[in-house]
């Protein structure tokens, strides 16, 4: 547990200045998803963090399982525990949604239409669902048996029918987490959201939301928990183009008489 080079153990970092104030914020917070950033009211957080990295990262390591991260560069870095390229390590999962394996298999299938075959003229969720019934012969006994295993059951009795249930289903489930979304927004001082969806492009959403200025926008970073990890994982798992959603950021223009 010490590093014979440079002395610094896992226990290193309780004996530093401001640890007794600093640490057991900075810990809760980790574990809840915060990354903490070299700037406005993080900055001792940060600073304690940088200046204990080697002995912080031990600890996170051997007690809990999971990494002690530092992302960015220079003025822009920032650390924070690493719950997607790890797991979670021995820190609670509770706030975990996990995709059903039908819906993801139904992801792959809208995938293949769209990036692969690119039929671009889908419209419509009715319209995904004759492509997959009609042009998807081939798949068909192959997308019942890993339904009814996704669902413990037996394919013998699967038709049409379940596949367009199954599709409707996926899609509904993506509106239930954007709907944890909302809530997540809000709480983090959004004074609207709203989801729109494509109406050329089917399976294609906008999620939008409002904040009062642009250091309200930032500082929602600050209140980002565990649960908002959970939730971004769970969206981004809907997700099926090769490049990570589009973000887009607009500041209100002021009009003049």
């Given at each position: 547990?010490?590093?014979?080079?440079?002395?610094?153990?896992?226990?290193?970092?309780?004996?530093?200045?401001?640890?007794?104030?600093?640490?057991?914020?900075?810990?809760?917070?980790?574990?809840?998803?915060?990354?903490?950033?070299?700037?406005?009211?993080?900055?001792?957080?940060?600073?304690?963090?940088?200046?204990?990295?080697?002995?912080?990262?031990?600890?996170?390591?051997?007690?809990?399982?999971?990494?002690?991260?530092?992302?960015?560069?220079?003025?822009?870095?920032?650390?924070?525990?690493?719950?997607?390229?790890?797991?979670?390590?021995?820190?609670?999962?509770?706030?975990?949604?996990?995709?059903?394996?039908?819906?993801?298999?139904?992801?792959?299938?809208?995938?293949?239409?769209?990036?692969?075959?690119?039929?671009?003229?889908?419209?419509?969720?009715?319209?995904?669902?004759?492509?997959?019934?009609?042009?998807?012969?081939?798949?068909?006994?192959?997308?019942?048996?890993?339904?009814?295993?996704?669902?413990?059951?037996?394919?013998?009795?699967?038709?049409?029918?379940?596949?367009?249930?199954?599709?409707?289903?996926?899609?509904?489930?993506?509106?239930?987490?954007?709907?944890?979304?909302?809530?997540?927004?809000?709480?983090?001082?959004?004074?609207?959201?709203?989801?729109?969806?494509?109406?050329?492009?089917?399976?294609?959403?906008?999620?939008?939301?409002?904040?009062?200025?642009?250091?309200?926008?930032?500082?929602?970073?600050?209140?980002?928990?565990?649960?908002?990890?959970?939730?971004?994982?769970?969206?981004?798992?809907?997700?099926?183009?090769?490049?990570?959603p589009k973000v887009t950021r607009r500041i209100?223009?002021?009009?003049?008489?």
């Amino acid at each position: 547990m010490e590093n014979e080079n440079n002395k610094i153990s896992l226990s290193s970092f309780l004996y530093s200045d401001n640890s007794e104030d600093l640490f057991a914020s900075i810990d809760y917070l980790l574990k809840d998803g915060v990354h903490f950033q070299k700037e406005g009211k993080q900055i001792n957080q940060y600073n304690f963090i940088s200046q204990n990295e080697e002995s912080l990262k031990m600890y996170y390591n051997t007690f809990f399982k999971v990494d002690l991260v530092k992302g960015g560069e220079d003025n822009a870095s920032y650390y924070y525990l690493d719950f997607i390229n790890n797991d979670r390590g021995n820190i609670t999962d509770k706030h975990r949604y996990m995709l059903k394996s039908e819906y993801v298999i139904i992801g792959f299938l809208i995938y293949k239409i769209m990036f692969i075959d690119r039929e671009f003229d889908l419209d419509s969720v009715q319209k995904l669902k004759e492509k997959i019934r009609l042009e998807c012969e081939d798949y068909k006994q192959g997308i019942y048996t890993l339904i009814a295993k996704s669902k413990n059951t037996t394919p013998g009795n699967y038709n049409d029918e379940i596949i367009d249930k199954t599709i409707q289903s996926a899609l509904e489930e993506f509106k239930k987490i954007m709907g944890h979304t909302r809530k997540s927004r809000l709480r983090q001082g959004a004074l609207s959201w709203s989801l729109f969806e494509d109406a050329e492009h089917v399976g294609k959403f906008i999620e939008n939301f409002i904040f009062e200025t642009w250091a309200d926008y930032l500082r929602r970073f600050d209140r980002f928990t565990a649960e908002d990890l959970a939730m971004q994982e769970e969206r981004h798992r809907h997700h099926l183009d090769t490049h990570p959603p589009k973000v887009t950021r607009r500041i209100a223009a002021q009009l003049r008489d």
